[in-house]
């Protein structure tokens, strides 16, 4: 219950406290992540919006990191129609690569929250489970018949000496 309340806090109490770390490492990567999609998402479809308007005045998707030159007469679409489809194709590409990588981030999140619970709950059952001189384990090989032929095997053994 405390791993539901506050991530890191079933570890602490199973007194695994080297996991602390991993869960915050964790989070803070996949924070990282919807954060720097989120802001591309966004900026990228600022940039699909204003190229699309009417407005000549808004003209965010000329300070895109094109890796080229780029000119306002490059997307005209009376001018050079070839150019503006091409451009406007690839803005649009990235906007759904962005948020799908968004919302991937987002469904990490929420699976990360779910392992550091799941985590801290088999920890906290297995937490006194018996692993003392007393237990023993012995695997070996075993023929056994199979089909009137002899087959081999292997056979494990578990004893609990009192």
Do not use: C
């Not at 070996?140 to 004893?159: E, I, K, W």
Request: hydrophobic share 40%; charged share 20%; glycine share 6%.
């Amino acid at each position: 219950m405390l791993a539901i309340a506050l991530p890191g806090l079933g570890q602490i109490y199973n007194k695994k406290y080297w996991k602390v770390p991993i869960v915050y490492a964790g989070f803070g990567a996949i924070i990282y992540a919807v954060d720097y999609n989120g802001s591309r998402y966004n900026t990228y479809l600022k940039a699909y919006q204003d190229l699309t308007d009417e407005f000549d005045q808004t003209d965010s998707y000329l300070y895109l990191n094109w890796n080229e030159p780029v000119y306002p007469e490059d997307f005209d679409p009376v001018s050079n129609p070839s150019g503006y489809a091409w451009y406007k194709d690839r803005i649009i590409r990235q906007v759904d690569y962005y948020r799908k990588y968004r919302d991937l981030s987002y469904i990490g999140l929420a699976a990360w929250y779910l392992v550091t619970i799941l985590d801290a709950n088999v920890d906290a059952s297995l937490f006194h489970y018996d692993i003392s001189d007393e237990l023993d384990v012995e695997v070996g090989p075993v023929q056994v018949p199979l089909a009137g032929q002899p087959a081999f095997g292997v056979n494990v053994t578990m004893r609990v000496t009192f």
